[in-house]
């Protein structure tokens, strides 16, 4: 059965790092996509970051709200996605879920239990 | 970016009967190419990951009961529930996958009487 494990979230303070980190199982990591949808407390879902295979230069993309300041990556060889978040801001608490898309179908079929990130000082 | 608007934004219902909610999109999410709506339903339980129920607008996912019916094209979709069940509970998200970046709507909250 395919899993997604979150890890690595916590309570840092504005404009602190925090890199979380996503263990994938029970499929071929390596020619899924992969993505991080986010949920502040009460509110609705809004993605966060893509990252493609390696057939596709690993083409990143992100939500305006953090672009210049997360960086998602990946590691084929240990079925890992991870999101690196900088100059972390109090409106970027939230759960944080790492999804993946089903093959030829882009809906988000699998997604994590979340890792939950407290931005406050 | 593609805005999704859901109606209504809650609704209570009694075990039994049948509850529809809408999802519209800025733009149509039908592709030409191969006739699909780049359109998913999902489900998110209190305190749980949000769980796909449908794709490409009207496609069960696998174990997902037949009491889910989704349907529409184009710009206007709408989730049905024939018949509520109390594990149903719940809020509804409606996704566009057809760009990027995908976005949601801001969700349906179901409430059982």
């Known amino acids: 059965a395919v899993q997604l494990v979150e890890s690595g979230g916590g309570l840092v303070q504005p404009k602190e790092s925090l890199k979380i980190s996503c263990a994938a199982s029970?499929?071929?990591?390596?020619?899924?996509?992969m993505y991080w949808v986010r949920q502040a407390p009460g509110k609705g879902l809004e993605w966060v970051a893509r990252i493609r295979t390696k057939p596709n230069n690993y083409a990143t993309y992100y939500a305006d709200s953090v672009k210049g300041r997360f960086t998602i990556s990946r590691d084929d060889s240990k079925s890992m996605v991870y999101l690196q978040m900088d100059n972390l801001k109090t409106e970027d608490t939230a759960m944080y879920y790492c999804?993946?898309?089903?093959?030829?179908?882009?809906?988000?079929?699998?997604w994590g239990q979340g890792t939950l990130v407290t931005v406050s000082s | 970016d593609i805005v999704m608007t859901q109606t209504p934004s809650s609704q209570a219902v009694s075990a039994g009967e049948k509850v529809t909610m809408s999802c519209k999109s800025s733009q149509s999410l039908l592709y030409s190419e191969n006739k699909k709506n780049y359109l998913a339903w999902y489900q998110q339980k209190p305190g749980q990951s949000p769980k796909l129920l449908i794709s490409?607008?009207?496609t069960r996912e696998s174990g997902v009961p037949d009491r889910f019916i989704g349907s529409g094209s184009g710009t206007d979709f709408t989730l049905t529930i024939s018949s509520v069940q109390a594990e149903d509970l719940a809020v509804y998200y409606c996704?566009?996958?057809?760009?990027?970046?995908?976005?949601f709507g801001s969700g349906t909250k179901l409430e059982i009487k």
């Open positions: 490409w607008a009207s």
């Open positions: 999804t993946a898309p089903e093959v030829r179908n882009p809906a988000f079929a699998y």
């Open positions: 029970g499929f071929t990591f390596s020619n899924a996509a």
């Open positions: 996704e566009q996958y057809y760009d990027t970046p995908p976005t």
